[in-house]
């Protein structure tokens, strides 16, 4: 079977910064580690007054086409993941074509284009879709455009304010890939949930506690399904484990219970046996609270053990560097999660090619999808092109007024006519500049 997967990626973070523990926690009465430690989070993005989720998904499609100097006739297929559309009809993937179209010759007449709906998961959807368009033959010797483009806002006050975002990654999915190829097996874990909705609503309803129960139990499932019909997985497999990061807090909680999982009836579970005990077994226990109980009992035990420590500082820890100053991403957020790995690779000097990830995406709702990754030979001349450290480092410090003035802006159904100055020069980029006769969106690329 030819080999599939994806062969350029390209990041563009919203050009705004909130300070979380600087400026965000003083005006909440927080103590800043509730934030850095807790959360695992730094600052959060967001995008300027002319920038939205058009914008974002157009200028990292740019980015990826330029470096590698693609043009249209080359992309045969764009799909744009995000729970942040603004229209019920018309795919965001049309405005960005036809931002795109402004800049270069020809056009995405005979491409095919789409927008997908699944909270985060979607992005990993949509590079499913692409695997599978490409593996069938119908691409005609042409890649697929694959963007995952999100503001994720709360309402001011919700719990979840902290974790907010806004960026786009976009990748380019073909056959051999330069970064990493995809595995044919996927498992998956669904169920259908109430964790985290926005019915007719743009700022979420959250249950937050039985969203970190949800997100924990569907990855399981999924990685149980995976090893139905792939591998039983060992916790040495793999280089780099990237998680759905909506906060590297809740990542947390996935590595340890992964781990737990792959280390079951192995030589590093007789290892940890004289220390402390071995896992719990369900039959053993007169009631499932028991052996609930039991389980986080020495789930406290294992996170402790050097073993763990010395796995997930290896495995999971570097894939959390990026979603810690930007926030949560929602379809792009696995996706940074990969990049982050590959960028501490890179810098480490590790050895990837022929290492394997293991990428696990969830979207509330709910669904989990784990699949295996394989790293390419182009993967380091990749990863290095990017130029996300400039872009971080080029934010715009918000205070905490020109923050609320910010949401203010991007909060789709306020009445009040908000006027505010942009707080970055835009150059060599799309920007938003205002509504067209139908009350669509219009766009302009600045020089």
Not at 24 to 39: H, M, N, R, S
Not at 98 to 122: I, M, P, S, T, W
Not at 185 to 207: A, C, R
Not at 405 to 420: Q, S
Request: aromatic share 10%; charged share 30%; net charge negative.
């Amino acid at each position: 079977m030819t080999a599939v997967g994806i062969d350029a990626i390209e990041i563009w973070t919203g050009k705004l910064m909130l300070d979380l523990p600087n400026t965000f926690a003083p005006v909440k009465g927080d103590d800043p580690e509730k934030y850095t430690k807790g959360l695992g989070l730094y600052a959060s993005s967001f995008p300027d007054t002319y920038e939205d989720i058009v914008t974002m998904g157009a200028n990292a499609a740019k980015q990826l086409m330029d470096r590698h100097d693609l043009k249209p006739a080359d992309i045969g297929r764009i799909d744009v993941a995000t729970e942040s559309a603004f229209d019920h009809s018309k795919p965001v993937s049309t405005y960005i074509a036809g931002c795109l179209e402004q800049v270069y010759e020809g056009d995405f007449r005979h491409a095919n284009k789409g927008e997908r709906k699944f909270a985060c998961v979607a992005g990993t959807q949509s590079i499913d879709d692409a695997y599978n368009w490409i593996q069938a033959g119908r691409n005609r010797g042409r890649a697929a455009l694959v963007i995952a483009t999100d503001t994720a806002l709360y309402a001011r006050g919700d719990p979840g304010e902290a974790t907010q975002g806004a960026g786009a990654v976009a990748m380019l999915i073909d056959e051999d890939p330069s970064v990493v190829e995809l595995s044919t097996e996927q498992g998956y874990g669904s169920m259908d949930e109430t964790d985290f909705l926005k019915p007719n609503q743009q700022f979420p309803s959250v249950d937050g506690k039985r969203s970190m129960q949800v997100y924990l139990a569907r990855m399981r499932e999924a990685l149980e399904d995976f090893e139905s019909v792939a591998w039983d997985t060992h916790p040495d497999d793999f280089a780099y484990i990237p998680f759905h990061t909506p906060f590297p807090g809740m990542v947390r909680k996935a590595g340890l219970l992964g781990f737990r999982h792959m280390i079951r009836d192995t030589e590093i579970e007789d290892e940890l046996e004289g220390e402390i005990g071995r896992q719990p077994r369900e039959p053993d226990f007169e009631t499932r609270e028991d052996y609930e109980a039991a389980i986080r009992d020495h789930m406290d035990d294992l996170k402790r053990t050097d073993q763990y420590r010395a796995w997930y500082d290896a495995t999971i820890e570097p894939t959390l560097e990026l979603s810690s100053t930007v926030g949560n991403w929602y379809t792009g957020s696995v996706h940074i999660a990969r990049v982050s790995a590959l960028r501490h690779g890179a810098e480490t000097g590790a050895d990837l090619v022929g290492s394997k990830l293991l990428v696990g995406s969830y979207g509330s709702g709910a669904q989990a999808e784990i699949h295996a990754e394989t790293v390419q030979d182009g993967w380091k001349d990749e990863i290095e092109g990017l130029n996300i450290d400039e872009q971080l480092d080029a934010r715009y410090d918000l205070s905490w007024g020109e923050y609320e003035l910010v949401h203010d802006v991007h909060e789709y159904d306020k009445e009040t006519d908000i006027d505010v100055e942009e707080f970055t020069p835009p150059s060599e980029e799309f920007v938003f500049t205002g509504w067209g006769r139908m009350n669509e969106r219009r766009y302009e690329y600045v020089e």
